[in-house]
């Protein structure tokens, strides 16, 4: 990793935590926990919760599973995955817990070889597995021994110590055996794993080589004599999928040169001898020329190692085990979904309810306007981008390049629930071009009466440096002015001499903050402080807990006498006009649209929303009175309702068991929800807000006015120019 | 070593390392609530293994190795296994200031890592630790340090290469 992405990696990091400096200490519950006066985190009743939660997604997975032939094993079941490999009938499976089998009929893998026997032989997990003809073998770099698995015992068949192979410097990738050879896949501690290095171990003569290929990203044997090597070159950002022969070491044929893709796991199909591979998630066929997306269920996780076990393709990473089915052409239809990936599991709804219809996503964080436009531009049949809401999706909308959607009572009826900010948004002249998945409200806290005015503001020393009050003037003023900006205004001016004339600290940062910008509105009831973080909770009948008080506050308008701004965000499903199943996905989005989060579809509909328990709540709510129902009869006895109905309401008293709480939508609809906007303006993308964008420039100029340099008019001026 | 002594160490402890404590298991655990247990958790556990301590590491990378053990034996736990699944940065403490687009995709990712490839992340890059001193956190061999931190890096180059994104 180069310098400047470790200082990205840190920066970004440190950005999104920045809030834990704020947090409280917490050296007084650890010290009176020494002392014996606090007892220690324990989530008694969440843990109850938890076990039904777990329940019910195990319901909801078996049920997903039974029409779709998913498998999953979890960390929990087996211990941490670390190599797998199967023989086309079996997958072999090495975790922290030991050797497992599994074969597709099975519920879960079978314990060969626990943790303790591997241990007892010297043998550590960070072992790879491979299969040498019928039989199974383990290559393990820290004793540099190759071993058998016969049954239960192992077996030392030979050793590479004193060999190339034997460096300390070199990382075991993975290991595959065509023949009677290896071809061991190693990475240099020093080097990235797209620089890896490719070994031949030929078994009878003890003879290792390395071979003249490097970066080496891909390895699988195709038969006795062959084997696929895919070489990522990311200097020249191309990839190639080569196969050579085995005996002699040298590429046979160089089978494809394709642009870097995000492709994990070559595998060739044990019965039918295709070559397999995950590209971007989703498996596909190599057809001679090139990859193609088959039918069936997308990987949503990173993936370790992969290989096909039955009519299915197992995956591991560190997590889980997760085997996805190979359907037959035609009889499962795929909608592919591309862009941001989301938050929660909003295809599960989906998914139960469309058994024939499996939802595939590719990756793409950073999905802007310009690639959605590309992308119909060249044909791509993608059905659904998944897109945070900026102006320049909006001008997708604006200028036909997206589709609209078709009519669905659903959906219109959805859009019409909408406050009318995000109503606006997501359409042209009322017709719907987009459905809202996620929602960010961000209002400003404080715990004191915040001035009414920015020169207030100004006035109150919030500690904030002179370019925070620029930024801040700029974005909201270009929010509230929409899409004609008048600079020239005599009020913007005012405000502008204000800020020029202010007297701030020079060390702001020292000065108390007396309110917190961009806090996003979260409607789930919360706890006092001295409550919070997991104590263990008694629901007492007697003792009312009172939730904190809430303290959003509308961010000040600008200008006096202006109504405040709410800024907020939206992600959004767009249509492809493209899309290669329109009819699914608008079913699809009709499902987003009907299965939101209770606390999301609040935010969006505050007008119909009503307070929600958290479903586990509700689930363990349930149980209490089957399970005391259950417990009376065993003694006889009758259950005793009113004490029982007590119990419950002492649950639905304590605010955290809301996942949309009463007071806080009601302060939500009453105090904030006028005033939402969102930030759909040319001057506050992206682009503009890069180096050298409208924005950019127009932050200078403002700061160099407020700074002491030119005039009011000068700077008014160069604002009006840079106005699009 | 006295009680009265131990609460002296154990609070310039905290007051030293409570915030890099929190963040790490923050990170790891993906949740305020969770992350604010296990940091209680390691700091008491540190209070009670105090007089084991025998300076062969760092009190840092001590605490550390006590914080990661405690998020792994969190994460065992069922409550843990119902939220896993999904990424987000709801449930950490709101920045003091909005992060960038990319930073959020960043952090976003590195919560989306396998976890032995995301604590090796969290010590090594937003830690700063040497490979030996994470080495010695996570009880393996700095060569299988490098083989995780290399797995990652594998993973997150494409968002570490991006641009910025839509704002």
Partial sequence: MTKEMETKLRRGMEECLSGVENRPSLESRVLERIQGQRRGPVRLSVAMIMVLVLCLFTVAALAVGAVAGWFR?????????????????????????????????AEKPALVLPDAALRAAGLTPEAQLCLMGDNLALLHPETRTLWQVDGQTLQSLAEYGGTALDEDNLQIGSVVCAGETLLIRAVPCDATEDEALLYRWHLPT???????????????????????????????????????????????ETLHTAPVQSMEGIMVHPRTGQIIALVAGAPSLWNGSGWEAMQGYGLSVHTDACAIVGDALAAINYNDLQVIPFVPENSLTTLRVCGIMPLNNEDDAFQQENPGVAVQRAKNPALTAAEIRQAIADGDTTDLFHVRLTWDVAALFRDGTLAALPPSSVLEEDAGALLPAFQEGLGVDGT??????????????????????????????????????????????ITASGEEVNFSSPAFAKVLQALR?????????????????????????????????????????????????ILWETPCPVIPGAAPVVPSQLMVYVLNPNAANPALALRYLESIAAHRQ??????????????????????????????????????GRETDEEALASRIDAIKAAPDSWAVEETRLAYYWDEIAPYVRLQLHPLLTGQAKAEGGAYDQMLKAVLAYVNGEGTLEECVQNLVALLP | MATSTREVALTRLMRLYEKEVLKVCCLYLQDLSLAEDAAQETFFKAF??????????????????????????????????????????????????????????????????????????????????????????????????????????????PVLKGGEGND
């Fill in chain 1, 73 to 105: 094993v979890e960390q929990r079941q087996v211990g941490a995955m670390q190599s797998c490999v199967s023989d086309g009938d079996t997958l072999y499976l090495l975790t922290s817990g030991g050797l497992y089998t599994w074969q597709p009929e």
């Fill in chain 1, 206 to 252: 003890g003879r290792m080589e390395q071979l003249p290929l490097r970066n080496v990203v891909e390895l699988c044997a195709c038969d006795d004599a062959h084997a696929l090597v895919l070489q990522r070159d990311l200097s020249a950002q191309k990839e190639y999928l080569i196969r050579i022969d085995v005996t002699t070491g040298s590429i046979e």
């Fill in chain 1, 432 to 477: 719907l071009f987009a459905v809202p998945s996620h929602v960010g409200v961000y209002v400003w806290e404080s715990g004191q009466e915040l001035p009414a005015t920015f020169t207030g503001l100004l006035e109150a020393q919030m500690g904030w440096t002179k370019i925070q009050y620029a930024e801040y003037l700029l974005t909201a003023y």
């Fill in chain 1, 501 to 549: 004339d202010a007297r701030l600290p020079e060390n702001p940062r020292m000065s108390q903050p007396v309110v917190t910008t961009q806090v996003m509105v979260q409607l789930n009831g919360q706890l006092p402080f001295d409550q919070q973080q997991g104590e263990s909770r008694i629901y007492s009948q007697t003792e009312t807990i009172q939730q904190p008080p």
């Fill in chain 1, 598 to 635: 209770p606390e999301q579809d609040a935010l969006l509909k505050p007008m119909t929303a009503e307070a929600v328990l958290h479903p586990g709540v509700e689930a363990q709510i349930e149980w209490m009175i089957e399970e005391q129902r259950a417990f009376d009869e065993a003694q």
């Fill in chain 2, 48 to 157: 009670r293994a105090m007089d084991r301590f025998r300076g062969e590491s760092s009190e840092k990378t001590w605490l550390m190795r006590i914080a990661i053990n405690t998020c792994k034996d969190i994460r065992r736990g069922a409550w843990f296994r119902h939220t896993d699944r999904s990424v987000s940065l709801d449930k950490l403490p709101q920045p003091a200031t909005p992060p960038k687009a990319d930073s959020i995709l960043i952090t976003l990712e590195v919560m989306r890592l396998p976890a032995r490839e995301r604590e090796a992340v969290l010590l090594r890059y937003y830690q700063n630790m040497t490979l030996a001193e994470v080495a010695q956190v996570l009880g393996i061999s700095t060569t299988a340090v490098t083989k995780r931190l290399k797995k990652a890096h594998a993973h997150l180059s």
